[in-house]
């Protein structure tokens, strides 16, 4: 074995003096073309929008446990000293004749009742959380809605290319032939000559233009990806992915309603709160130290009992909390109303554009199929000279529309069926 791997050490080493360099990879390298899982598997674990919802559901679930840990018996320790000036008949059996004051606790409380209110505070933290959870998951919606429109955009920006590239192809042939025959019998003459250059400048420069709207489609995609926009990428081609049963079914988990929902019996909770505060609070206590004038003299002293607190008068401003509290309740229920509302327009409008997409692509497909043909056609009799240049120069602009108008069905059919499956809440399933 060790015999084997001098063996390679030394034809290695042979490779690298005789060529100069290691080996590399080719310099054409292209990196691996994402599909839309790979995309929306990204944006979830690095977009800043998802972790800033999941730091908020996490601060929900500390601020429970808190309330929780405030309903336990709290223990603390009190240490004190005074200096008095007449020592009372009550403190001579601690301090003697000293008039130093020291004094060393461990106190012990325990809330016996509040009004509710720690029940209350513990409901409206666990709606809290379930609401920030609710978010979460919109947010992700958000997110995966967000990176299909902008790979859907980038498909678009690519056949747009793709398209005058192919026009382009087709406009130069054709010069390439009308210049040849130009040469050769004077005919077409120079002014049909010039006119077609002018048309291949339009569609050079128009090639210029698709180009930078790919490039400015990657970064886009690469930002709401939650990626730096320096990088670059390049995505897969979508198959099957126009129609899909279910398009007209009824909203199934939309997380802002949801998430709304739970906001909503927070606020309840939230008028308990504010509402305790009319009830006595009950407090039980315990405290057990030393109290002494001299460090030789110390001598123990404990209290147990129960404190009741009443607030008597505090000029409405018990009063005031409640309905303040109360207001915000039912202004969430009016927003979960406009809400759902206004979910049910943008729905109904998103199905409507889907199926006016849905028609438009079937019409598309088939004008640019023609348009193709047509222009095979008359890019064929252009060379026999059975075509005049204006014939080909409209077919040529009829081919550009038809396969714009195709790809541009096929964008608002996706982004139709995106903004549907948002509304409705059915998230994105990875494999």
């Known amino acids: 074995m060790d015999r084997h791997i001098k063996v390679f050490f030394l034809v290695f080493f042979i490779f690298v003096i005789t060529t100069g360099k290691l080996p590399a990879q080719e310099a054409n390298f292209k990196p691996k073309a994402l599909s839309l899982e790979d995309c929306i598997s990204l944006a979830l674990k690095t977009h800043p929008k998802i972790i800033i919802y999941g730091y908020q559901t996490d601060q929900k679930k500390q601020k429970l446990q808190a309330i929780t840990a405030g309903d336990l018996p709290q223990v603390g ?10 020592v009372p008949l009550a403190k001579q059996r601690y301090l003697g004749d000293s ?23 513990k409901n409206a933290a666990r709606y809290a959380i379930k609401a920030a959870e609710h978010g979460y998951l919109a947010a992700k919606e ?21 398209n005058k590239e192919d026009l382009l192809k087709y406009a130069q042939s054709s010069y390439d032939t009308a210049l040849d025959l130009h040469k050769r019998t ?16 339009e569609i050079r420069q128009e090639l210029i233009t698709a180009q930078g709207s790919l490039k400015i489609a990657q970064k886009t995609l690469l930002n709401t990806m939650g990626l730096e926009s320096n990088d670059s990428i390049e995505v897969q081609d979508l198959r099957n992915d126009l129609f899909s049963s ?32 009319f009830y006595p609070r009950v407090t039980a206590r315990y405290s057990y130290g030393y109290e002494w004038g001299r460090w030789s003299e110390r001598k123990t002293d404990w209290i147990a009992g129960v404190a009741v607190d009443l607030n008597l008068w505090d000029w409405g401003k018990t009063k005031a909390d409640v309905k303040q509290a109360q207001a915000h309740k039912e202004e969430l229920r009016s927003y979960e109303k406009l809400l759902g509302w206004q979910i049910s327009l943008e729905l109904e409008s998103a199905r409507l554009k889907y199926e006016t ?5 079937e019409i598309a497909r088939t004008s640019f199929e023609q348009a193709q043909r047509s222009l095979d056609l008359f890019t064929n009799r252009y060379r026999d000279a059975s075509a005049t240049s204006i014939e080909l120069l409209d077919a040529q602009k009829a081919f550009a529309q038809a396969q714009a108008n195709y790809a541009l069905s096929i964008l608002d059919l996706r982004l139709a069926k995106a903004d549907i499956e948002k509304l409705r809440g059915r998230s994105y399933e990875l494999k």
């Open 77 to 86: 320790a009190v240490a004190s000293y005074d200096r008095l000036s007449v």
């Open 99 to 121: 008039n130093n004051d020291y004094q060393a606790d461990i106190v012990v409380t325990q809330p016996l009742y509040a009004g509710g209110k720690i029940t209350a505070q």
């Open 142 to 162: 958000e997110v995966i809605f967000d990176v299909k429109a902008a790979y859907y955009k980038l498909l678009f920006s690519r056949d747009i290319l793709k």
């Open 186 to 201: 004077k005919l077409p003459r120079e002014e049909t000559l010039l006119r077609l250059e002018v048309q291949l400048n």
């Open 246 to 277: 279910g398009e007209t079914a009824p909203i199934v988990d939309n997380y802002e309603v949801l998430k709304l929902s739970e906001e909503i019996k927070e606020a309840a909770e939230l008028v308990k709160i504010a509402r305790s505060s």
């Open 357 to 361: 997409a849905a028609n438009r692509s």
